[in-house]
């Protein structure tokens, strides 16, 4: 019988209540022997509706970040938790949770929610009590025209703790168009009353071909309310001129001149065709053998 | 001097290459393991850059090329120069030149199949190579490139086969000591060729055919090569004479490797017979007419950028002329590769076999510092102001791992051509018999005796 076995065997046998202690002190030293950790953790509500939090992960001794450990995130509230997701840390220790659906959030009566995370499996690392809390808010965008002049028009809301609907006012929002590489700030808006903030709508913003563009109204760092961006299509921007698409010496356009294409086309014609010629004039001296090995050294 | 008839010329000839073509001497086998160990260098250079990525070299976001199209354009430009020299002496049926003629093909083939490498180091996503060709825009001149270097590369091919069809068939013939499976092999390719009057046409057509075509196609090719540069709208780049500049640049470097070429056969391969002064003179002179004409060149597209004082391209022009920067490579690529030549091949007591190799190799170095200096100060002089970032984003410095694939590239030209002449004499023999016949009879028709 093994050591093992006897120890199991005597602890069966003798009392319950050595087992329970001693499952009890291994949990509290492995407790012990776990190193507490601190995140920092974002929020981003997306155009999409999805939800992203990025978080960076150091542990509370040295300040190393937490690297390869997968973080499982949760929305909590009151007894209720919802799973949003796992993500790993990198190399330096930081994560990105994307694509989590906006419903996976559990949201009070003031659309205010709660998000935690935990460290599942890890006997290294215990995860610190930080939680993400953040207010929903509504963002409404509109293109109106007032006086003659062409608006873009942000009404941004959030809901009191009856679920009524409140404005928020003396709020900085920030505004972008999509573009090949990156988003480009086009302007910003300050709301006053009922929530509302207004800027003149660019006009030398190049959009599409009928001048259609997407703007993204973003809020961006705020304490209260996290990031949180919607996009809204417009037609206001400058027609892109159907005659530059075409250049075709560019990239992009859908076609190279037909002065390259038949240059092309004929020297590739010109110097594959005498390549192939070549080729069959070798095999016709092929052809042209005979059985004797004997060189001809006439001159 | 006894009468012989030209089959014994021959015979002679070849049995000058009998101890390269037959043995495989310990100097051989050191000579392949020594570059084979800096190939194995480059290979774990290689290995740790697709490991860790591009990060291991000293390319970034700004300076986006280095060493490594540098070589590119030197590699693949020694191979337009080894076509179009070959093809010039071969239409013009210059008899001295016909020693060489091999040496400048084989250089071709070779460095044909080690530039482009260069060019694949370049790439972030090998993986999205097969895209070049699935996704081809013929309007990118890189495009161009891709079709004008595969056209090329099969040209150089049939070139040098043409050209080896009536050795090998020496070859098959010959009393050499080989195996079994080189003798299928020189019998398989020679194609049964026994200089009938018939197989004689066609071969001399077929040679002259690819000789003539080869001429346009490097100019092409290396025009093509010069507008991934010209065509665009960076400074020291974007240059009307870029085309024939890359084409006379190509040629030029591509004579100065030849000569060294010529010394290390004439020396190791004891081919004194053959490569005499005269081709060492001649192809001085060669290099002496395309310095100049280099040199005046590259006057030329200095002294238009500076004396415009454009924005961009002054300051370009002073990286190249600070001390700070890049004037001592700079100072070097002129004297080397323009002025050197020029001062030594003016003096005739200074036209001998050494000087002329020095010259040469001084030269060929110049050169390849010149493609340094095309690609680098260009990318180095960024066209937006660059604030707060980091020296190792616009300032370029090479790493071990783009030194160790460039000096395996070398060795890997240099081993080629040694196995090359294991397997085909480096020196055309029936040419060259041709040209002993012709020096010592009276009638070049008379097929017995001469």
Redesign the interface.
Known sequence: MTLNHQLMFSIKQKTPRFAILLISLLYVIQVGAQIGVEAELAYSKLADNTVSITATLADMEEYDPVIETEIAFFSRLGTEENFLGNATTDEEGMLVLEGVPFSKLLLDTAHRFYISYTIPDSTSYLAGGEVLSFQDVGIKLTFEEIDSVKQIVVQISSWDEGGEDVFIEDLDAYLFVPRLFSMLPVGEIYTEEEGIGMTPFPTDLPGGKQGEIVLFVQIQDSDEYGNVEIASKSNWALPSNGESADVPRTLWSPRPPMWMVITFALLMIGVWFHYGWIVLNMFRIKAGTSETDEINYEL | MSLM???EI?QQTLADFKPQLEKFTKKDWLWTLSLSAVILWGAYALYRQITQGEIVTGMRDNVVWGLYIANFIFFIGLSYAGAIISAILHLLNVDWGKPIIRMAKLMTIFTVVIGPIFILLCMGRLDRLHHLFLYL????PIS?DV?AIA?FF??AL?YL??SV?RDF??L??SDLKMSKTRKKFYKFFS??????P??KK??M??LK??AL?MIP?VV?VSSVLSWIFGLTLRPGWHSTIFGPYFVLASIYSGVGVLILLMYYFRKYQHLTKYITIKQFKYMGYLMVILAATYGYFTFSEYFTDWYSSEKWSSELIHKLFSWDEFGGLFLFANLGGIALPLIVMAIPKWRTINAITIVAGVMVLAMWVKRYLIVIPTLETTLLPMQDTRVEYTNYSATWVEWALTFAGIAAFILMFRLASKVMPILPVWANS?II?KENTID????AH?
């Open positions: 008839s030209f089959k021959t825009r013929l309007q990118s161009w079709i056209t099969v040209g049939l086969y043409v069809v068939s020496i098959r013939t194609l049964g060729y026994r200089n009938t018939k197989q066609k071969l057509l077929s055919i690819i075509i196609t092409v041709e016949a070049p028709k008379s097929s001469v």
